[in-house]
């Protein structure tokens, strides 16, 4: 039996624009499984020549509304809508009308990604074509939209009480749902595949490939340029060490990326494919994540991986891969901090506690965050659901 899976989602990676690429790897494999994917992305409608004034605007324009990756069809309808839709409006409601809109085939199940609007999308779906729905949890869909209106907080927990089954991307994640909505949920990451980090140069080779200097500690962080992922921290840290041979490495880009780019004592490659970001670990010394929340920090599991050791925040979901002894953390928005313990690593990248960390870290990544291994389970979940088997309430 070939199972219909029906995928709300926010994004899917199209040309050089990332956007949901961490959706990509997990829903190739489930195409390779032999289930039939669909997934919809409902984008904002742009008026003419808005997105001539508008940068953001042009990002909505741009995507294809239909498009194939190895099987997997994509589909990305235009809805209405108005700036900061999700603390004013109902964009679910919008979304769903488009994907009605659509005329899709009836799905065996279908599956959302972040609970609101996805989530509450992939709900009403489920009312109209009367097929079970989950709903899978990643960070900001549980510690930020609920908390931006009334009518937000009764919709998410509307989506956790009456999924089929629903997850969270981790379990400090999981925790804050159960206190939010009262619902047990289960922590299952999207994960990180090993291959990956297989077959890759060397740390000179890596680090000639991406044009960077051969004899500086490099410490490298990997994601948006943002006030809440710690980056001006980042570089108050920089600062306070007194070994100069310290080079801060950013991969990402966002509105801090001007400052940071204009420091003599870090450097910003921009947004990268993921093949990139795997070989700027093997070029980097360590990796430092300081941000301030997560669901949890794909970024850790990557760098574990890579053999990085690893310097992070004590925030919500970072803390879930870094407690026992697998990173060193520091408190949330502590430069000073975050400064001694990017140097306690500079002083002896190869002490026995470096290395102790990092091998735990690998081997805790390798029980609980392989997308191989995630990706299998969450199969054998459509394939129950769509044969009609009972499933284990979250509850």
């Known amino acids: 039996m070939t199972v219909k899976l029906l995928v709300v989602a926010e994004g899917y990676p199209w040309g050089d624009n990332l956007a949901g690429v961490f959706h990509r790897d997990q829903l190739r494999q489930m195409v390779e499984a032999g289930l039939d994917v669909t997934l919809v992305g409902a984008t904002p409608w742009v008026p003419p020549f808005l997105d001539r004034i508008n940068s953001r605007w042009s990002v909505y324009r741009a995507p294809p509304r239909r498009q194939s990756d ?17 603390e004013f409006l109902a964009p679910d409601f919008w979304q769903y009308l488009a994907v009605r809109a659509l005329r899709l085939p009836r799905p065996d199940v279908i599956q959302g990604f ?6 509450a999308v992939a709900r009403r779906l489920a009312r109209h074509w009367q097929v ?28 956790v009480r009456d999924a089929t089954y629903a997850f969270a991307n981790g379990p400090t994640l999981a925790v804050e749902v159960k206190r939010l909505t009262g619902v047990d949920v289960d922590s ?15 740390k000179q080779d890596a680090r000639s490939r991406l044009g960077l200097p051969q004899d500086r500690f490099l410490a490298l962080y990997v994601g948006a340029l943002v006030p809440a992922k710690g980056v001006a921290e980042l570089g108050a840290a920089l600062d306070r060490l007194t070994d100069r041979s310290v080079l801060g490495v950013a991969v990402g880009d966002g509105p801090l990326r ?4 204009r420091r003599d004592n870090a450097i910003c ?11 700027a670990m093997v070029a980097a010394d360590l990796l430092v994540h300081p941000s301030h929340s997560e669901g949890l920090p794909t970024v850790l599991v990557e760098a574990a991986f890579a053999r990085l050791p690893i310097v992070t925040t004590d925030a919500r979901g970072c803390i879930d891969l870094a407690r026992d002894g697998r990173a060193i953390v520091v408190p949330t928005g502590d430069a000073e901090a975050l400064a001694s313990a990017i140097a306690a690593v500079v002083a002896d990248p190869q002490s026995d506690a470096v290395r102790q960390r990092v091998e735990a870290m690998l081997e805790h990544v390798r029980q609980h965050y392989t997308l191989e291994n995630n990706t299998r389970l969450l199969i054998e979940r459509y394939r129950a659901l769509a044969s009609g088997a009972p499933s284990r309430a979250n509850r």
């Open 269 to 279: 490659l921009g947004v990268r494919p993921s093949e990139d970001v795997a070989v």
């Open 70 to 86: 190895n099987g997997l069809s994509i589909l990305r309808p235009r809805y209405p809508t108005l700036p900061r839709e999700n």
């Open 132 to 159: 079970p729905y989950l709903v899978g949890m990643l960070g900001d869909d549980v510690n930020l939209t609920p908390h931006h209106s009334a009518r937000n907080m009764r919709m998410f927990r509307s989506v």
């Open 114 to 119: 972040y609970a609101i609007p996805p989530g």
């Open 258 to 261: 001007g400052a940071l780019e």
């Open 188 to 202: 299952l990451s999207i994960g990180v595949s090993p291959s990956r980090f297989q077959n890759l140069p060397d």
